[in-house]
Nanobody
Framework: QVQLVESGGGLVQPGGSLSVSCAAS????????MGWYRQAPGKQREMVAT??????NYADSVKGRFTISRDNAKNTVYLQMDSLKPEDTAVYYC?????????WGQGTQVTVSS
């Protein structure tokens, strides 16, 4: 079992920056890739960024604005979000991919509004 706890998020004005982090605990040795997904009201959950042995992968909508990183010593994955837009407003979920399944955090709200 893997537990994921997100932190960060909040309210930011358009053009601003925000960072969210996700700490993993439990069977962290089983984690391969980690990533961030988001879900806006009335929309399906979508991939934002992933980081694994194959490298980093970003959704086209966030390329050049968001950066995913990972500190393996702390079992933590980060998402730095710059040049935020109102359409980035969503609940952001951390995920961890293991050979026994995918684990999700509880989500953290990011709201971009003036």
């Amino acid at each position: 079992q893997v537990q994921l706890v997100e932190s960060g998020g909040g309210l930011v004005q358009p053009g601003g920056s925000l960072s969210v982090s996700c700490a993993a605990s439990g069977s962290t040795f089983s984690i391969g890739a980690m990533g961030w997904y988001r879900q806006a009201p009335g929309k399906q959950r979508e991939m934002v960024a992933t980081l694994g042995s194959g490298g980093k992968n970003y959704a086209d909508s966030v390329k050049g604005r968001f950066t995913i990183s990972r500190d393996n010593a702390k079992n933590t994955v980060y998402l730095q979000m710059d040049s935020l837009k109102p359409e980035d407003t969503a609940v952001y979920y951390c995920c961890a991919f293991t050979n026994t399944g995918t684990y999700w955090g509880q989500g953290t709200q990011v709201t971009v509004s003036s």
